[in-house]
Structures are given as C-alpha cells and as structure tokens.
C-alpha cells in the first residue's frame, strides 16, 4: 500500500486529494514539519527524507519519492483511465507541468511558504508585493474555463485549490477574482477533494500550526 507522510493544510494536501480522486487507499503518517517528528512513534522524519519537508511518497517497493510534482503525477499515472493527468506525450502533459511547476515555484514557494515558514517580515510584504501577478494569472486563464488542463479535473487543480484555500490565511484574499471564487467553490464540489480538505481541517486542529 502507498504511504503519505503529511502535514495538515500543507502541501501535502494536494497529494492527498489526488490519492482521493483517484480512488487509492494509503497510510497516511502526520509529520510534525517543525519539530520533524512523525507523530505516530515519535520518529526521525530526517530518516525519511533528508528534505525534512512534506508530501513524501512512499511507494509499493518502499523508494520513496518527494516533490509534489512528481508525487501527483506518479499518482494521477497509477489510474491513466481517469485522466488525472494526461497521458505522457500528449501536448497537454506539458501543459500540466507548466501548471504543476507554476502552482509550486510561483504560488507555493514564493508567497505560501515565507508567509507561514519566515518570521522575517520583509520577507513576507516582499512575498505579497508579487503574489498579486501570479495569482492573476490563473485568473484570467480559468476565467471562461473550468479546469486548468483541457476539459477535466487534473492533479493540477487540487494544488491550485490547495493553494488558493490557503491564501487568505496569508492575507491575500482571493475576493478580488471572481473567476478564483468560482473555481474554488466548484472544485469544492467535488466529494473526494472536499472530503480530502475536511479530514485535514479536521486534524489542523490537533496540530500546533
Ligand atoms: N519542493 C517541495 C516543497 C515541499 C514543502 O515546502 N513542504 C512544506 C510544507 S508545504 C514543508 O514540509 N516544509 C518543511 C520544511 O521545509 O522544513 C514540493 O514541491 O513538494
């Protein structure tokens, strides 16, 4: 069986609600990203992955594998008659790595992460003075159109969506994009994504955040 090493309401999420859409059972083990201790045993998450950062991946052979671009597209391509990613080699593959890696350098790593992770706070008004750009981006491309990639819901939206449910706790409140207000709510439609976030919400409270 897959495992997920998470953290609640972290990026790991995005993992989580693909394992979800894709109907795939997993042991999920709750690391505490600050203390870097799986709560379970109170073990070493540094014997884990020397990243000592979530989702961590592992896989039915026991390798393990980090970063949430190739852990989503690992789980989207375990279920390829679900399309949660397009086939390799299809242009629209690239079309989600292109999202993928944009949700993870430009949203993800330079407004989500010195927003919680800094206490510096020149580091986070810098952070904010970008965002703005970045977050119009996906704006404009999902205004008029439903998914990120093509027709149907992909590994991409649930970081997207994860991303976005968490800007307002960064002080970027996503109001001032209707088409991001809209999207967020149709995502939370979905009964796997939504039910993906409730189990975090609901753990987020047991957690020191
Ligand atoms: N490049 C990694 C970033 C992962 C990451 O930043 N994870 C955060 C939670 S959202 C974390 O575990 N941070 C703890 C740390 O960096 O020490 C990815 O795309 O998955």
């Known amino acids: 069986m897959l ?7 972290a990026c790991s999420l995005a993992s989580r609600i693909a394992l979800m859409e894709a109907g795939i059972e997993a042991r999920y083990h709750l690391v ?23 989702p961590v991946l592992v896989l039915d052979n026991g390798e393990r594998l980090t970063e949430s ?3 989503l597209q690992y789980i989207a391509d375990l279920k390829p008659e679900l399309g949660l990613a397009p086939r390799p080699g299809e242009r629209d593959r ?21 927003t919680f992770w800094y206490s510096d706070d020149a580091a986070k008004a810098a952070a904010r003075e970008r965002i703005g750009k970045s977050v119009s981006i ?3 491309h999902l205004a008029g159109r439903p998914y990120l990639v093509g ?33 967020v709510a149709r995502m939370q439609e979905r009964p796997q994504l939504k039910a993906a976030v409730d189990i975090e919400m609901r753990l987020r409270k047991t957690v020191r955040v």
Request: glycine fraction near 6%.
């Open 94 to 114: 690239y079309r989600l790595q292109e999202w993928l890696s944009f949700v993870g350098s430009e949203i993800h790593k330079a407004f989500l992460f010195p």
């Open 32 to 54: 505490d990203i600050w203390t870097k201790k799986v709560l379970e045993d109170d073990s070493d998450f540094w014997t884990v992955s020397a990243k000592g950062a979530v």
């Open 138 to 140: 996906a704006a404009e």
């Open 69 to 71: 671009a190739a852990v």
């Open 151 to 183: 027709e149907r819901f992909t590994v991409a939206d649930g970081y997207l969506t994860w991303s976005l449910l968490l800007l307002g706790r960064g002080g970027v409140d996503i109001a001032q994009w209707p088409s991001l207000v809209n999207y």
């Open 3 to 9: 495992q997920l090493y998470f953290f609640p309401m």
